[in-house]
């Protein structure tokens, strides 16, 4: 059976080049499978080229990871960036509002997790990084994510004062794991919140879903700090 990635049949086109193929391929296999038990026997299969050709474009499978990654995260990671920035630009004195700076978190989160087909194969390879981690993966994270992580620390410390930095660390950790669990529960793999709420919740509206996400991070850095 032939696989499609962004509307392409890896197996069957000839336009596709035999890198490009391996990546997609790459992508989905470590999605379904994670990184552990992804094989390259399967991966080239799905890519249709010989086992060789991991070694030959990438140089291991370790390497095809990173570049999977990199592909994947990439545009994610800068979005958030670049939406903490415009809002700082915006803000009178250069400090946004507690508000602003959840939705520049948030957004780009919602946004660029979700492809073309309505799933979200972004947030399945994070469950798979977090629920398995390996030294590549970590190095990634500290690499290229954390950076921006702490870019926004900063920007919250600055519009939440009341709180001390460990309280922020703390925060922000639970946001992001609340914007994952809903982006697990709205993919459409399972329409889980959907079906759930029965239908009151429309986890196919990404602004409803920003919406709800920014009142909950705000809501959360507002709360008096822990003694």
Known sequence: M????????????SSVEPRERIIAAAREVFIE??????????????????????????????ELISEVLNI??????????????????????????????AEALVRPMVQFSRDANGARPLTRLIQQIRSRPREITTRFFVRRVDPAVFRFIDAFERTAPWLDRRD?????????????QVLIDSDHATFRLKQLSGGLCDTDDDEQIITQLVAFVSAGFMAPAMP
């Open 2 to 13: 032939t696989k499609k990635v962004q509307g392409v049949t890896l197996a069957e086109s």
């Open 33 to 62: 499978q994670g990184f552990d038990l992804a094989t390259v026997r399967e991966i080239t299969l799905r890519a249709d080229v010989n086992v060789a050709a991991i070694n030959y474009y990438f140089g291991s499978k370790d």
């Open 72 to 101: 994947m995260m990439e545009p994610y990671t800068n979005a958030r960036i670049a939406a903490l920035e415009a809002c700082e630009a915006t803000a009178q004195q250069g400090l946004p509002s507690l508000q602003d700076v």
């Open 168 to 180: 922020i660390f703390w925060r922000y950790n639970f946001a992001i794991g609340a914007v994952m």
